[in-house]
């Protein structure tokens, strides 16, 4: 039996009645605003929000860009990054949490961790986080190498009571010419921005400082005791948000629900989570969807799709339901580990620079996606393909359509899905992730909820623009055999 905050859409979000139920949020008009859509708006907005931050201001990602080098390409708006970061105010609380090896990759004689902690070394309380994820492995790998076991892959930006949900990193190509997508929660967003401040306080205890030569005792037992901690946390957001006689709001659009994964090698021992994880969710909601809804459409993004076993079967489930899925992810052209014709070192998650060696990658990625289409029937896979650009976009979109193959529209549309997960194997086995469903309400302001469904709807149609579906044929034989040896890490 599922337990789980259930809306008048039908979905229901959560896990066995042996977990912990996921805090829900309630949100209201004017605590989703209007969406940025480009990399220039991205980066407009997280220097703004340095320059105008009065309280907090708290970074999450994968690695923040170091700037340009003292011999290279420039990177002027990584540069522009660092100098609002340097710019908070004294008496602004200033936390920056990036991941352990990504940020201490060396590219062009400096590191991630290294620009970041020199360019806010002035702030009384400015200092940069490293989490580190176990390796799986039995040895230790040199970097960045040592980044395929497993890397700390959320991105949650918060600007005092602002909180920005994407999938992008902080660099220069996600700042010009890497495709993202992104949603920005307002006014505190009924207690969702305070929780996710602190499940980033909560991870940054569990983390080193970088330039320390020895991990604090205290970091060291804060990692330890990491899921104890993230439990603790639930269960307080679980019991302030419990809804009392008379509570419910008139102008309530709809409810957001923040996950969380945590690899397997940071479980010490443990077969699940207290709380059901980012993949679990995931499932129940493909699943609520194919149960509840009479003509259910799942449309899914990913950077890079390769969908765990146990997804493929959920979605091969809802598809024998009649449910139609439609997956999006990047081409050969536009995929993140295709080969650049660049001078510098590729800044993005997997590398992909020419002379790289990892051209095979994305012709591995296509023999997946056929792979996928040929399995599912009432599904469709389209490749983004745009010159210039990478594509980076993720997230999903869960439609109860007015009759089957028609498209998504605001009417239709019942929940999202935004943050750092590819709902692939990294996603669910090596990494830690964050993602947040929105589920929308049914009966409250219909012209507010409506504005930011769609909203949410001009989203998906925009990232298809540049989208089609791929073609049929035999992939590389390459492509093939190294993607079956490597797939757990892609």
């Not at 859409?9 to 309630?26: A, D």
Request: hydrophobic fraction near 35%; charge should be negative.
């Amino acid at each position: 039996m599922l337990l789980a905050a259930r809306t008048a859409s039908g979905l229901t979000t959560g896990g066995v009645s042996n977990k912990l139920i996921l805090p829900t949020f309630t949100l209201s008009a004017g605590d989703i605003a209007a969406p940025m859509r480009t990399p220039t708006e991205f980066h407009d907005y997280l220097t703004a929000g340095c320059a105008r931050a009065q309280h907090r201001v708290q970074i999450g990602s994968l690695y923040i860009g170091a700037g340009s080098p003292a011999v290279g390409k420039p990177a002027p708006l990584e540069d522009r990054f660092l100098s609002a970061l340097s710019s908070v105010k004294s008496d602004v609380k200033l936390q920056v949490l990036i991941d352990g090896h990504r940020g201490s990759r060396e590219i062009n004689g400096t590191s991630s961790a290294a620009a970041v902690s020199s360019a806010i070394s002035d702030h009384p309380g400015g200092g940069v986080r490293l989490f580190s994820v176990p390796s799986p492995l039995p040895v230790e790998l040199p970097s960045p190498l040592n980044e395929a076991a497993g890397v700390f892959h959320m991105k949650a930006y918060i600007f005092d009571d602002d909180l920005l949900l994407t999938g992008a990193n902080l660099s220069e190509e996600y700042f010009s010419d890497r495709l993202d997508r992104y949603m920005l929660f307002k006014n505190g967003a009924g207690g969702l921005v305070d929780f996710y401040s602190e499940l980033l306080d909560t991870l940054s205890d569990a983390s080193s400082s970088h330039g320390d030569s020895n991990e604090s005792p205290e970091v060291t037992l804060n990692r330890e005791n990491l899921i104890p901690s993230l439990e603790k946390l639930y269960k307080k957001y679980n019991e302030e948000l419990t809804p009392t006689a008379g509570s419910s709001r008139s102008d309530t659009i709809g409810h957001a629900v923040p996950t969380i994964q945590l690899p397997a090698c940071m479980r010490k021992g443990r077969p699940e989570l207290p709380f059901p994880s980012d993949s679990e969710t995931t499932m129940n909601i493909i699943d609520a969807a194919a149960s509840k809804f009479r003509h259910p459409w799942v449309g899914l993004s990913s950077a890079y799709l390769n969908p765990t076993d146990s997804l493929a079967q959920i979605f091969g489930e809802y598809v024998n339901k009649g449910g139609e899925a439609t997956f999006l992810t990047a081409g050969g052209s536009s995929h993140g580990f295709a080969p650049k014709k660049k001078d510098t070192d590729d800044e993005g998650e997997g590398g992909g620079s020419s002379g790289s060696g990892r051209g095979w990658i994305p012709d591995a990625y296509l023999h997946l996606s056929r792979a996928l289409k040929n399995s599912l029937k009432n599904s469709s896979v389209l490749h983004y393909e745009r010159q210039g650009w990478t594509f980076h976009a993720k997230g999903m979109w869960l439609c109860d359509l007015a009759a089957p193959s028609n498209p998504p529209s605001s009417e239709s549309l019942k929940a999202v899905v935004v943050g750092s997960g590819n709902y692939g194997s990294r996603s669910e086995s090596l990494d830690v992730e964050s993602n947040c469903v929105v589920i929308f309400e049914e009966g409250g302001e219909a012209s507010s909820a409506g504005k930011v469904k769609q909203q949410c709807v001009d989203d998906w149609n925009l990232l298809c623009e540049h989208a089609e579906e791929i073609s049929d044929g035999e992939t590389g034989v390459m492509g093939r055999i190294f993607f079956n040896l490597v797939k757990t890490f892609l």
